[in-house]
Structures are given as structure tokens and as C-alpha cells.
């Protein structure tokens, strides 16, 4: 039998290759990490027919079938069919499985629909984001996470979506007992003090975690009925430069963020150097090529930020510099004065 | 007199007695609840009858309006001192069985407990009136039945029982008949809704032995329970309340005293001077709490101070359920005769 595969085409159809001759491994996509019964159950299918049993969890919440012969491709692509529907994924013709994998799958939290905690609907923005941008080739990461937690690690994404509520105050219903104040303190950045028996909001400091709303026994405290949202850029791990996204925007609405993300495509599609390994680069190293402003050009277009919302002013990212030093004993600090 | 009305004659109703009255019934407010995109059911003006919430037990309960949550008393300066101006213009209040039973506990509190009768909520309540809800059925956690609060026959302008959009009145101040029948309402005998079985049954015990104090049932909610106080906050009869002393800012000799909404479970509730405080331990606060609700009040009054709404095993976030303690107590009691 002649083994020829256009790997490229095949990864492109989001079978990972494996170091294991001959195979494959299939990626599923799941956005925002919900999957139906249903659904599951075909993954557990697929790889106890084309795999051997077993199936990986991947870290950005997809599932990853491994060794599956890379013959049975095809009959896997249909077998995939029920789930990308199920899924609601955009796809091409059916049966021919996920038309894309550069641009990966959208991680959330669990947020407002179980975590008390959660700011909005994080699997429904998930949703939503993964019909607009997929499929594409482009390697980007977005996660959504509802509160300030960043439960889903939204820091190392390109796009780190982070729930934020606007605490509203009603001194009427305020006794004084002063538990948002402590809990504010403990839970979260400590933005509250007492004033005269009643509650002052340092709106500065305040990151809108809703902390105050959950432990306030009288609903003195109460949601803004708008939800609003941090941006976090461009953070990445990775082998030259791992580094935490920056503040990009705080108080923004849905509409904006997306429009955000949406605009970026465009950039991508400008200034991708296309002599990269596999056409494949973090957005945040072509950033640093081109310098904040023009991304920002493409970025921001069209987009009309709403009157609360604050916008950095300048953006650095720090980070590791593997490429510059990846030296640890002659570092600045010392723990001690120990013998080398 | 009983009556059966159209939402559209209840809400003529409503709007005559609006022009005379304040209209405070149980509102859902969208959004407001603990968690995003949750609701509360807490008292608030109404002028039609679709503000009520009718479907949902309220989670706050009406006594915020007779005893405000955080209400100024008087404003002081060095030798004056002004009264603050209270709204005690005439008030309905529309609410159910177990909180007209709250109603008699507020006021042997704050009217008949000795001496002195409280002038701020006096003020308040010579204006109020009510309006009984009826209740077709039992909503979770209540047990009014075993607190015999199920029922009530007097003390309101008319008693409600709601389906839909129809409304049946049995009218009990004669002087309202007339009001319902210019807005077009037709006789109908009505006799208003009330439970006459909770899935929750609590036995209250008759006399609790003072070895109850000592009992290690207690220790649990060392643990479990978070002094949080929503439970106090949210009950009908809880009258505790704190002052505050405020100063303001600008000018150290001019301030107003506030009287506050107290919880004998959040910290600071028995912290005394010099900061010695006597029951430290959650556990503590819950038996001065539970003993209080079933049987030191009553020894002073000759009756329970709790009137099975509910509301605190609706709100705890613990999952502590009161009438769970009630009946440990009781098998406690018992266990020990
Ligand atoms: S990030 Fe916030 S909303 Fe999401 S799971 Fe964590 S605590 Fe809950
Ligand atoms: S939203 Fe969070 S940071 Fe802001 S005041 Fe409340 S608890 Fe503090
Ligand atoms: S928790 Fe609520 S009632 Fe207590 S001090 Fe804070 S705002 Fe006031
Ligand atoms: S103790 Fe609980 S059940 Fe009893 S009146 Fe208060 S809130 Fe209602
Ligand atoms: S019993 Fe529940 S509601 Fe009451 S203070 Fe304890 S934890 Fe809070």
C-alpha cells in the first residue's frame, strides 16, 4: 500500500500527526467546553472504533482522539458530523469534518450559569465567538472567563475575556455590617471602607468582581444591569517569550470585544509572515514587530467604546526573555550568599 | 362583603385608594438578586396590580417598612437637636398570612414591651393598613401550619385571592364596599385561600430544659454556619436593631443618629465595651437565635415568636435549615424527659 498524505491538509482538517507512524489523533472541538450526552458519546465511539479506547482532555477543552489510523480519516470526518452539529461549529460540506484548526477552540468558564461567582454567560459569549471567527487558519487564542478568578486563565490567550459587574450602592438598605467591606478585602483587592456607618467604593481600585454583591445580606449592594468586561491582550506561553496579556480595556461592552477580536482577523491577514514555520505565529510576535499602533489601526476599527469604558494608554508586556538570558544562577538576586 | 373582579377593576381599585394611600406590596426586581441575571422579591411601591409579584414567596419581607432597614432618627448639633422628618402618611401593605401574624410580634416589640413604647415606629404604624394574600398553596419551606399562622381572620381592609387574571375580594371594612362596586366589581362569596398542610412540620417543644444550653447539638454550626445574618435580615419578626452615630466630615459637631438593622448572628452583635464579646461561637448565636424564636419569647408573652415563613431556610447560603433545628430540639427535649 502506498502511503501518501498531504499532512498539511490533514492537520489543516484538525487530525494532529502523531510521532506514531501511520497515525493520526482527532481533534474535537467543543466550544466554551459544553458537550451533549450525545455527543460524548461519539467521541467514546470514534476511539474505541478508530482509536484504541482511550481519549486525551485537551487543555483548551476539546477532546483529542489518538491513534487513529490515518486510512480511517475519512470515516472519522463522518462520524464527526453529529458532533460538530450538535456543537453548532460552522463547518463546509458534511462528512468532511472540521474545515479549519488554526484559530482554536474558545475556552469558558463555567460563569454565570452555575459559579455564583461568574459575571455573565461565558459559554454563550464562547458560542457566539466561535461562529464568528471559525473556521480560520489563524493562530489565535481566545478565552472567556466571568470574574476577575480568571478560572480560565484567560491571561495567556491573545483575547482574555474577564466578567466585570459594576457594584450599585443603595444606602437605605445598608445596616453597616460592614461584610462586604471585609470580604472585599479577603476575596478581592480591598476597594471598600466605612464612612459614617456607610459604604465608600474606591472606583479606582474597585475591579468589578461582584465579591461585595454575593455577601451583602440586605441587597445594599446590587449588579449594574449592564455586565461589563476587562480586555486582556496578547499573553501566550511558548518556548521564546511566555508573558501574561495587559489590561487593553476595562468596562467594555460585548458588542466592542468582539468587534475587537473580529477586526484582528484583518490585521493577521496583512502582516502574517507567511515564511513562518507552518505560515504560524503568535498575533502578540507580529505585535512586536509592527508596534501597538498599527495593530491597533485594525483593531479599533469601527468600534465605539461606551462612555464608561477606560482604555490603556500604553502597553508593554513583560515575561520571560528565553531568547535574551535563560540564566538562573548568575541572576541579580540572591536567596543567599551560597558557594556556586 | 365578597366580590369578584377583572384585572382591570382590581387596578381602578388600586388607583383609588393610590390617591390616599401608599401602595406597598411584594416587587420583582429584575436583576437585582445575589447572582447575575437573578431576581428578588422585596417590598416597594405599587400603583397596578401587575407589579405585585403574586406567584413568588417575597424573599424580604414587609417589615422594612415599618422598621427601615437604615432609617436617620434625628440630626444634632451642639445644643439642637431635630427630629427627622418621618413619612407617615396613610400606607396599605398587601401581604399573606404568616406575616399578618409577623405584623402582632413587631408590635408587642416596639408598642407593648414595657414601659416605653418606640414613637418611630409608632409614627409609622398608626398609618398602615393591610390587605390580606391569600395562599393557594404552600410555597417551599413554609411551615405555618405547625406556627398556626396558616389562617388569619381579621385585622385587614380585605383579603385577595388571585388566579390569573381574576380577582376575588372578601371585603372586611364595610366602608371599601363601595369602592369595589363603582369599579364594577360583582358579588361573589369569597372565602380568602389559606394552607392547611406544609410538606415542612415542625414540633415546637412545650418547655425547653436548661440543660438544652449545654447541649452539643450546637457545636455543628461552630462550623457551618458564617454568621452572614441573612437569616435575621430576612425574617418578619427579627426586631434587633443597632445606632449609629455619624458625624459629619466637614464640620465634627453636626451628625445624625441612625438606627440600623441589627443580626444577632454577624460578629459584633454582643461585642461590648472593651471588645469582651458573649457568644463568640456561631454555635452560640444559633441557640440564643432558635431558643429565642421558640421559647424565650414565648415565656415573656405567652406565645412563639417565629411564625414559620420560612424565609431563613429560603436564604441561608449554608443550607442551615431552622425548622430542621427546631424539630432536633424538640427530639432532644424529648430524649431527655
Ligand atoms: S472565573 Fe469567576 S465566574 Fe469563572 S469559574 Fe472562576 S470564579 Fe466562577
Ligand atoms: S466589585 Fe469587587 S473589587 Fe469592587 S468593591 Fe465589590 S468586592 Fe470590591
Ligand atoms: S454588606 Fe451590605 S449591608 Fe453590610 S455594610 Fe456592606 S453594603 Fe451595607
Ligand atoms: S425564624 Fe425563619 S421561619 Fe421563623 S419567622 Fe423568622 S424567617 Fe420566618
Ligand atoms: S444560619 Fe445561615 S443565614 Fe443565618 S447566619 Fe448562619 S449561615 Fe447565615
Redesign the pocket.
Given at each position: 500500500m502506498i502511503r501518501d498524505y498531504n499532512m498539511k491538509e490533514y492537520k489543516k482538517n484538525a487530525f494532529r500527526q502523531s510521532k506514531y507512524r501511520g497515525e493520526i489523533a482527532s481533534r474535537v472541538r467543543v466550544p466554551g467546553g459544553v458537550i451533549d450526552a450525545k455527543s460524548l458519546m461519539r467521541v467514546v465511539e470514534i476511539a474505541e472504533k478508530y482509536g484504541d479506547g482511550t481519549i486525551n482532555l485537551t487543555n483548551r477543552q476539546g477532546f483529542e482522539i489518538p491513534h487513529i489510523r490515518i486510512e480511517d480519516r475519512d470515516k472519522v470526518n463522518e462520524e464527526l458530523q453529529l458532533i460538530i452539529e450538535n456543537t453548532n461549529v460552522n463547518h463546509g460540506q458534511p462528512g468532511e469534518g472540521y474545515p479549519a484548526s488554526g484559530t482554536r477552540n474558545v475556552v469558558a468558564c463555567p460563569g454565570k450559569e452555575l459559579c455564583p461567582f461568574g459575571c455573565y454567560d461565558t459559554k454563550a459569549l464562547a458560542a457566539k465567538l466561535d461562529k464568528m471567527i471559525f473556521p480560520n487558519n489563524h493562530h489565535v487564542k481566545i478565552a472567556c472567563t466571568g470574574c476577575s478568578n480568571d478560572c480560565a486563565h484567560v491571561r495567556l490567550n491573545d483575547f482574555g475575556i474577564i466578567g466585570q459587574?459594576e457594584?450599585q450602592y443603595d444606602p437605605d438598605r445598608c445596616i453597616g455590617c460592614e461584610q462586604?467591606v471585609k470580604?472585599?478585602s479577603k476575596r478581592?483587592?480591598g476597594?471598600?471602607s466605612v464612612v459614617n456607618g456607610k459604604i465608600v467604593?474606591d472606583t479606582n481600585?474597585?475591579?468589578?468582581?461582584?465579591?461585595?454583591?454575593n455577601y451583602c445580606p440586605t441587597r445594599a449592594?446590587t449588579r449594574s444591569k449592564e455586565h461589563y468586561f476587562r480586555l486582556e491582550l496578547l499573553g501566550r506561553t511558548g518556548k521564546k517569550n511566555p508573558r501574561l496579556g495587559e489590561d487593553f480595556l476595562k468596562w467594555a461592552d460585548e458588542e466592542s470585544v468582539c468587534k475587537i477580536i473580529k477586526n484582528t482577523y484583518d490585521y493577521l491577514d496583512d502582516y502574517l509572515d507567511m515564511a513562518a514555520v507552518e505560515a504560524k505565529e503568535h498575533i502578540g510576535y507580529i505585535v512586536d514587530r509592527t508596534g501597538v499602533e498599527e495593530f491597533l489601526k485594525y483593531a479599533m476599527k469601527d468600534v465605539e467604546l461606551g462612555p464608561k469604558c477606560e482604555m490603556a494608554g500604553r502597553m508593554y508586556w513583560g515575561g520571560k526573555r528565553y531568547d535574551q538570558t535563560n540564566e538562573l544562577r548568575k541572576s541579580m538576586f540572591r536567596f543567599s550568599d551560597r558557594e556556586e | 362583603m365578597g366580590y369578584t373582579l377583572t384585572r382591570s377593576e382590581f387596578d381602578q381599585v388600586l388607583s383609588e385608594l393610590g390617591k390616599n394611600y401608599r401602595l406597598y406590596a411584594p416587587v420583582l426586581k429584575i436583576g437585582q438578586g445575589r447572582f447575575t441575571d437573578t431576581d428578588v422579591v422585596i417590598y416597594d411601591f405599587i400603583s397596578e396590580s401587575s407589579e405585585i409579584e403574586l406567584e413568588k414567596k417575597s424573599d424580604f419581607s414587609f417589615k422594612e417598612i415599618l422598621t427601615p432597614l437604615s432609617q436617620t432618627l434625628f440630626f444634632f448639633t451642639e445644643n439642637v437637636i431635630k427630629e427627622a422628618d418621618i413619612d407617615c402618611s396613610d400606607a396599605i401593605i398587601f401581604l399573606r398570612s404568616c406575616d399578618m401574624h409577623a405584623v402582632k410580634r413587631l408590635d408587642q416589640i416596639y408598642l407593648n414591651n414595657g414601659k416605653h413604647v418606640d414613637p418611630f415606629y409608632k409614627k409609622v404604624r398608626d398609618h398602615v393598613k393591610f390587605v390580606l394574600i391569600g395562599c393557594p398553596g404552600s410555597f417551599q419551606e413554609c411551615f405555618c401550619v405547625s406556627m398556626g399562622t396558616n389562617k388569619t381572620d381579621d385585622g385587614y381592609l380585605f383579603a385577595l385571592n388571585y388566579s390569573g387574571d381574576q380577582f376575588d375580594v372578601d371585603v372586611k371594612d364595610a366602608a371599601l364596599n363601595e369602592l369595589f362596586e363603582k369599579a364594577g366589581a360583582a358579588a361573589k362569596e369569597v372565602a380568602v385561600d389559606y394552607v392547611t398542610e406544609n410538606e415542612t412540620k415542625v414540633t415546637i417543644p412545650e418547655t425547653v430544659p436548661n440543660s438544652i444550653y449545654q447541649s452539643d447539638l450546637w457545636k455543628e454550626y461552630d462550623k457551618r454556619c458564617v454568621a452572614c445574618g441573612r437569616c435575621n435580615l430576612v425574617c418578619p419578626t427579627c426586631t434587633c436593631f443597632t445606632m449609629q452615630d455619624a458625624f459629619y466630615t466637614d464640620n465634627g459637631k453636626v451628625g445624625e443618629r441612625r438606627r440600623v438593622g441589627g443580626s444577632c448572628m454577624i460578629d459584633g452583635y454582643s461585642t461590648v465595651a472593651g471588645g469582651g464579646q458573649y457568644r463568640r461561637k456561631h454555635g452560640e448565636r444559633m441557640r440564643f437565635k432558635v431558643l429565642h424564636k421558640i421559647y424565650d419569647f414565648r415565656k415573656r408573652y405567652g406565645y412563639d415568636m417565629c411564625v414559620g415563613c420560612g424565609r431563613c431556610d429560603d436564604v441561608c447560603p449554608e443550607y442551615i435549615s431552622f425548622s430542621n433545628i427546631i424539630n432536633k430540639v424538640n427530639a432532644e427535649v424529648k430524649e431527655g424527659e
Open positions: 459587574t457594584p462586604c470580604y472585599c478581592s483587592v476597594a471598600l467604593r481600585k474597585c475591579i468589578g468582581c461582584g465579591v461585595c454583591v449592594w | -
